[in-house]
């Protein structure tokens, strides 16, 4: 899809990024604006500041994206502000921890509809505009290692987001070879919230579970979106992409070199 097929250049390439406004969501969209794309973020609250870079900022449209209706016309409106939708990368997610013992279906089916479904309906609606195109369009669903090693406490998300990938992997293949589908694995993520999640060190001590040594930047993650979105991956479709550094070091084997005291 890209007219620059050996580099990652998105000049005249619009790009839509739900949950843009901060965190993981706000680097991807740096990125692409940094690499000359037009881009769309989105959230559910009007942000005090947009990601920007280089002089150029993205735009923004407040919407609940759990509403398939929400959802349908937020791709809408990117597609007649810019002409064309390229890229939709599914970011918006996540969920408080919970007790799956006495979590009630009112929070489930919330963390399910943000995780899940309104990646779903976004999809969806971006295919409608991207299989027209001559050039098609890729979506880039974010997802969590969760999908793959819960943790406690996170029965909903981890369901969810093992839902988003077998989304990934369904949809891949029904709307190849104009749109490409695929899927990012993210790890532990240094964000501005990272002591609220990691500790009060600031994830010191997570971080060495991880064989590379480090939490993930956002910048690590927003780069294999640009390479997913762009003409270096043509025939990648129906990816699962692992960024997290390695994965852990399973625990018998931290136990085992650095035992309790007795």
Same mark, same amino acid.
């Given at each position: ?29 740096r ?9 769309m ?13 280089? =002089? ?7 919407a ?28 918006? =997610? ?10 009630s ?155 309790s005291?007795?």
């Amino acid at each position: 899809m890209d007219d620059h097929p050996h580099t990652m250049d998105f000049t005249g390439r619009v790009v839509l990024v739900t949950g843009g406004t901060r965190g993981l969501g706000a680097a991807i969209a740096r990125a692409f604006l940094a690499s000359g794309a037009d881009v769309m973020v989105c959230g559910r609250g009007t942000p005090t500041a947009l990601p920007s870079t280089g =002089g150029r900022e993205a735009a923004f449209r407040a919407a609940d994206l759990r509403d398939p209706a929400a959802a349908a016309d937020l791709v809408a409106a990117t597609a007649e502000r810019f002409g064309r939708l390229d890229v939709l990368v599914n970011n918006a =997610g996540g969920s408080p921890d919970a007790d799956a013992a006495t979590v009630s279906p009112r929070f489930v089916e919330k963390v399910v509809a943000l995780n899940l479904l309104a990646p779903f309906y976004t999809a969806q609606a971006a295919n409608l505009v991207m299989r027209e195109q001559p050039d098609g369009g890729n979506v880039i669903n974010i997802g969590s290692v969760s999908a793959h090693t819960p943790q406690p406490g996170t029965a909903a998300y981890s369901a969810a987001k093992a839902g988003l990938l077998g989304l990934t992997r369904a949809l891949a293949l029904e709307w190849a070879p104009r749109v490409r589908v695929n899927h990012i694995t993210a790890g532990l993520i240094r964000t501005e919230n990272a002591t609220a999640l990691y500790g009060e060190d600031d994830g010191a001590a997570v971080a060495d579970l991880v064989p590379m040594g480090r939490l993930a930047e956002p910048d690590d993650v927003a780069r294999t979106c640009l390479w997913l979105a762009c003409g270096l991956s043509s025939y990648v479709n129906g990816a699962d992409l692992a960024v997290h550094g390695g994965g852990e070091i399973p625990a018998r084997y931290t136990a085992a070199r650095h035992p309790s005291p007795p």
